[in-house]
């Protein structure tokens, strides 16, 4: 679709969307027997602005616009012998007048029943499993019925969910139990209508065995647990969330986690045997939420707590409301790698509160979230660290658009029907989008695009966007009066075009130059211990390594080595970065950090390249791989398997 037809429609952003859904009900609905979710017509161009943007979820088989799920309360027990949660689902709805029935999405969910409000058993009927988006779930609603119960258990197709064993976990005494929803695995562990669209508030009771704590990303009613009467082998946890979020914001971790506080409305959560040193590292939680306020505004959720979660943790973070869940890699030890919590918090605003409406349109998530995250790092750190990052992510831009063999996938907004959203992940969504938001504070101004985009966040807050509903925005309020002004911005390019616009404006350190004059000497022979050095941070070491050539000799590699630590570094970003080149130059002496790496933690980002640069080292780098991902693939979440089944075949 091109923006251009878009311009028609006379959007403004005071109209809602949320009106639509039931109006929309009115067009019918057909029973859906296919076994990938129903494609909508096209968007059409002469379609009201406020339809498109409510467009059809690809990857959802809800069809929210006739019956949709507006609460989830979950009931569940964890089973840590048999690893299922197992319990109910109660699903209050919206329905139009004319609905007979509720579509939701499931995957791998094992259904015992359904029944409405006061028990009586519902119809329903369960269709055939898709690979990527799992089975509808159609229950036949009773006229005016407002609830449906559904009775299940997950299994261990459940890819949402990772059960830890005891070894697996810092403390070793207890199994760990966490889940990540994104994009489309909420269905493996509730059936609900998983559409980042279709926003439901959710409250929950969790039954764990006596000795582990539940947490979920919502207000924690019972911090210290309830007991279960009867059953004193159990203890009850009851969580609400009252603000309407996207179900791939539904979380839950259980373990033998504790609490430090950070501040009045922030905290850590982690493992006992490591909260001593997470909250260290998170000291200035607080500061980070104040920074992220005076930019943008109010911090909408209550608390700010961060979950450090056990090393298999798929991700370096994920945006969980209330709750961000976070990977033990970033403790460095000297908080060189908070800009991830900035990431987060972030997403407090760009994303949890003005949510993507489709998978096609992640970057405006992602893309703004690393916008906002580095300003945050520039309140906290200043503008030479915030350069930094920016330099560092643009150059990962650039080695991405190398690489990526799909010029579709190097949009913005993409194209994923019938996809899994997860072969849109790259860095284009962050550092392509990021690019976006920068170019357009750097053509009006930071005055300017400050108020505009602390006022786009208001003025969405708690609804969904897509690409062309951001194009109308910008019309309305930036760009307005000025006809020319898309056109001087390439913004059709940006959006719907392979490749990075001629107008990207590349970030300028300082600091990095002088990181790259440094390579250069050591290229050209100066020792590694007479390098100027003296006071680099992390993002100077990640550059340095980053701007070695890539034919050193074992020497030199040794030499650098001994003056500065990298194989034996704690930091995983430096380490990461040390790997892919002791990799690419065969440097043996890294060869057992590289597989002590890959099998003490499953962040994807990590893992996942590394594998990739072994699996190009024909020979020894193939027989290395498939050596150490026999012993690895265990410890890995579904997500990261995914992944690196995919490289190592
Ligand atoms: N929301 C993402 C993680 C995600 C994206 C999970 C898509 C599943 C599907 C999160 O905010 C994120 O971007 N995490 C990054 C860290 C960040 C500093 C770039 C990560 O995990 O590396
Ligand atoms: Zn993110």
């Known amino acids: 679709m091109g923006i251009r037809t878009m311009r028609a429609t006379g959007f403004t952003p005071n109209r809602r969307t949320a009106t639509i859904g039931l109006m929309a009900a009115l067009m019918g609905t057909t029973f859906l ?6 494609v909508q017509p096209a968007s059409d161009d002469s379609a009201p602005l406020a339809l498109v943007r409510s467009a059809r979820d690809v990857h959802s088989y809800a069809e929210p616009n006739v019956a949709r799920v507006r609460h989830v309360d979950l009931d569940l027990t964890a089973d840590f012998r048999a690893r299922v949660l197992k319990g109910t689902a109660a699903l209050t709805l919206e329905t139009a007048p004319t609905a007979t029935q509720v579509v939701l999405d499931t995957k791998a969910l094992a259904i015992e029943g359904v029944t409405d409000a006061s028990g009586n058993p519902l119809k329903y009927t369960l269709g055939k499993p898709h690979p990527i988006f799992g089975a509808p779930l159609t229950i036949e609603l009773p006229q005016g019925a407002q609830k449906v119960v559904v009775k299940y258990a997950t299994t261990a ?73 009867g059953n004193s082998a159990l203890r009850a946890y009851r969580f609400k969330m009252e603000e309407a979020i ?6 839950l971790a259980i373990g033998d986690i504790a609490f430090r506080p950070t501040g009045k409305r922030t905290g850590v959560y982690a493992e006992k045997a490591m909260i001593e040193r997470s909250a260290t590292e998170l000291s200035d939680l607080e500061q980070f939420v104040a920074a992220a306020e005076k930019l943008y505004g109010e911090y909408r959720w209550g608390r700010y707590d961060v979950l450090i979660l056990p090393p298999s943790f798929p991700f370096g ?6 709750l961000t869940f976070a990977t033990p890699t970033i403790l460095a030890g000297d908080k060189s790698l908070v800009s991830l919590i900035a990431h987060e918090l972030a997403h407090s605003w760009s994303g949890n509160l003005v949510t993507n409406a489709t998978w ?33 992510g643009y150059t990962s831009l650039q080695a991405e658009l190398a690489d990526i063999k799909e010029p579709g996938l190097t949009q913005l907004h993409t194209d994923l029907k019938g996809r899994d959203p997860d072969d849109g992940f790259s860095e284009i969504p962050y550092e392509k989008g990021a690019a976006l938001v920068r170019l357009l504070e750097q053509t009006y101004g930071r005055k300017k695009f400050d108020a505009w985009l602390k006022g786009y966040f208001t003025r ?70 007479s390098l100027l050095t003296e006071g680099w941070v992390t993002q100077e070491w990640q550059h340095f390594i980053e701007s070695l050539p890539d034919n050193l000799t074992a020497e030199q590699l040794k030499d650098l080595d001994a003056a500065f630590g990298f194989t034996t570094s704690r930091n995983s970003e430096i380490l990461f970065a040390w790997l892919k080149v002791a990799i690419a130059q065969h440097y043996e002496p890294a060869m057992p950090a590289l597989e002590n790496f890959l099998t003490s933690q499953g962040r994807r980002k990590f893992v996942s390249p590394l594998f990739t640069a072994l699996m190009a080292q024909k020979g020894w780098g193939v027989e290395m791989a498939r050596r150490v991902y026999a012993e690895a693939r265990p410890l890995y979440h579904a997500v990261t398997r995914a992944t690196v089944d995919g490289i190592v075949k």
């Open 460 to 529: 969405y807050a708690f609804k969904s966007m897509t690409t062309a509903g951001f194009v109308e925005d910008l019309r309305e309020t930036l760009l307005k009066g000025d006809p020319g002004a898309e056109d001087r911005l390439k913004l059709n390019e940006w959006l719907y075009k392979p490749g990075l616009p001629s107008n990207a404006i590349r970030p300028l350190s300082e600091a990095f130059n002088k990181v790259e004059m440094q390579a250069e000497a050591f290229a050209k022979g100066t020792p590694a211990k």
């Open 157 to 229: 197709d459940t890819q949402a969910l990772q059960w830890l064993d005891p070894s697996q976990t810092e403390g070793k005494q207890h199994p760990f139990l966490l889940s990540q929803g994104q994009s489309i695995l909420t269905r493996t562990w509730i059936p609900t209508q998983d559409s980042p669209a279709v926003r439901q508030t959710y409250s929950a009771i969790i039954r764990v065995p006596t000795a582990l704590k539940a947490v979920m990303s919502a207000e924690m009613l019972t911090p210290d647990g309830e007991a279960v009467s």
């Open 360 to 392: 096609d349109d992640f970057w405006l998530n992602e893309g703004f979230t690393s916008y906002f995250e580095n300003r945050i790092m520039e309140e906290m750190y200043g503008k030479d660290r915030a350069l930094m990052l920016q330099s560092l």
């Open 33 to 38: 027997t296919a076994c990938e979710p129903k």
């Open 317 to 322: 973070g994920m945006e969980n409301p209330r």
């Open 246 to 251: 996207p179900p791939y914001l539904i979380a």
